[in-house]
């Protein structure tokens, strides 16, 4: 069931949601935002990012439907999705942000409300966020175990990694602003938008998980964090490392840092290995040691032990 919501009162929360080439999936995303049960207005802000498909065209015919909860702004040029990210939110006019990219959806219809009832009753939280189920598009299957799980602090977060669904969380817009006045992100020229928040989130605020799912992530064949493309691979990874050095030294941590060029290749390594890609770039250009690590990198239970070992193997030839 569709919510109308009346047009001359202002939303308490905005949904974001940013497209690119995405006509097989937005109406699904839509109808899921759409569908949500609430006490309480919220607009429906989207985003396309100069679709060359009909994503645009579908994105019109829900606009003219829902006049008083949608508003589109999407651009007449292609300016990438960490630029389209950050300017959507900007234009956000509710208290509270919610984000849903075109390709995934929500499947609780009381998401929503759930975690603005959450946010309002605690004000020391800055951000909640859930699980996920995970569908594999191309196979058209789910996978057995959801994506989304605790992350216990910044250092966490820093050290080990995001494990924070973006189409299940929902923030406050005060803070934010305060992060972009203070980080300025889309200058900093990153390719991702999410880790960063995150980061600054979880060291000036508060963040609670939640283990209900509520949504569905779909694992595309290629994606910003996951492409076929060694190069775009390799700059995604680099991206992710110079996040991770900037915060090091923005706010004068005294974490360790084990990320370097070696390291950021044999990550690159892990994901070509995975794509069953063995004969790559990545791997001739590895020294003989690196090798040794990248040979253990196949196995993704060994993986998550590769950083540490590499540091013994470095220290000990």
Known sequence: MWKFMASSFEPLVSVCVISYNQENFIKTCLDGILSQKTNFSFELLISDDASTDKTQTLVKEYEEAFPTIIRNISKEKN???VENFYTTMNDAKGRYIALCEADDFWIDTNKLQNQIDFLENNPEIGMC????????NKKQRYYSKPTGSLVSSFDDLFINGSRIPTLTSCFRKNLYEQYIKEINPIEKGWLLGDLPMWLWFYYNSKVYFSSDIVAVYRKLEDSVSHSKDFEKQKRFDRSCFAVRSFYKAHYNLHLPLEWNE???NIQIAFHQFNREKILNSSFKNLETKE????????????????KKLYIIIKGGF
């Open 79 to 81: 300016v990438g999705s």
């Open 129 to 136: 966020y859930a699980r996920a189920k995970l569908f594999h």
């Open 262 to 264: 070696d390291s950021v």
């Open 291 to 306: 090798k040794l690590v990248w040979v253990l990198a196949h196995s993704k239970i060994l993986f998550f032990l590769t």
